[in-house]
């Protein structure tokens, strides 16, 4: 039998995260999990008896309420478990602009306390967390093919996303005994991408892309990219390769 995990999702509510969250409980693991709101389909299968979970409702991109999140992580994770996971999940594409549009300082700072700063303040907590305990720890950042593939009209989704990458690269050159890989999960059927999809052409001038794929049914299900992104977290060699796509594994 696996040794008890305490798994720690954020952008949960919804799309790629729900679907790890949804899955992670049926494997029975303690559920940690963040979003501006709760969900319903993650109590509904808790409640059924597999896993156990806590949901914590937080704005995480408002720095204070990321702070707020990290500390009670830092102070609350459960102790007794053999196994740790840290998904970064939540994300934002918007602002969709143009480098000439792009001048509201309020979206463009909100994108990257949710994308960048939210994550690093988690990553700490959990690396302060999980260091007194003989535990095995992983830690999955959810980046994108934007953070390696400069694309129109998302300056800042793409700048987040590299950052992202570059941040997680730094982690893994420091001595935490966790090991970090930021994930690529590819083109998923989710809110997100209702979102690209309703782009101003003028805004995202890639939006055509993002419709043929949609009506060629080319975006992978939120369950199969979460089912293949779990079995890569489970592989004993995880973290050889720091920047990685899940599309590179059957
Ligand atoms: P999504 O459908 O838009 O869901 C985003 C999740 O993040 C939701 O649970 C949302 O919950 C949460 N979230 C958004 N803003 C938040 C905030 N301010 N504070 C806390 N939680 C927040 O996105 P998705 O497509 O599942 O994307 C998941 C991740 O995959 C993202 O990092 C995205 O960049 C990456 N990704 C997605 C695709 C794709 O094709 N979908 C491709 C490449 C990379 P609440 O609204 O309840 O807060």
Redesign the pocket.
């Known amino acids: 039998m696996k040794e008890r995990t305490v798994a720690i999702v954020?952008?949960?509510?919804?799309?790629?995260?729900?679907?790890l969250a949804a899955a992670l409980l049926e494997q029975g693991a303690h559920l940690i999990a963040?979003?501006?709101?709760?969900?319903a389909e993650l109590e509904r299968i808790a409640d059924l008896g597999r896993g156990s979970l806590q949901q914590i409702?937080?704005?995480?991109?408002?720095p204070a309420?990321?702070e707020r999140v990290a500390a009670q992580l830092a102070d609350g994770l459960p102790k007794d478990a053999g196994r740790y996971l840290l998904i970064?999940?939540?994300?934002?594409?918007d602002p969709v602009r143009q480098a000439s549009d792009l001048d509201s300082a309020n979206a463009i700072s909100?994108a990257f306390?949710?994308?960048v700063t939210?994550v690093i303040l988690l990553c700490s907590a959990f690396l302060k967390a999980v260091k007194p305990l003989d535990a095995d720890a992983r830690i999955v950042n959810?980046?994108?093919?934007?953070g390696r593939s400069a694309t129109p009209g998302w300056g800042v989704?793409c700048a987040t996303?590299a950052a992202l990458d570059h941040y997680t690269q730094v982690l893994n050159t420091e001595n935490h005994g966790v090991r970090a890989v930021s994930l690529?999960?590819?083109?998923?059927?989710?809110?997100?991408?209702?979102?690209?999809r309703a782009s101003d052409p003028q805004d995202f001038p890639n939006v055509q892309r993002f419709e043929q794929l949609h009506e060629q049914k080319q975006?992978?299900a939120?369950a199969d990219v979460a089912a293949r992104i779990l079995r890569y977290v489970d592989e004993p060699d995880f973290g050889a390769t720091v920047l990685d796509d899940i599309r590179n594994y059957a």
């Open positions: 954020t952008g949960a509510s919804r799309g790629l995260g729900q679907a963040i979003a501006r709101s709760r969900s409702q937080a704005d995480l991109s408002d309420e990321a970064n999940n939540a994300g934002m594409v909100a306390s949710l994308n939210s959810i980046s994108s093919g934007a989704y996303k690529a999960p590819g083109v998923i059927d989710t809110g997100m991408q209702q979102a690209i975006l992978a939120p």
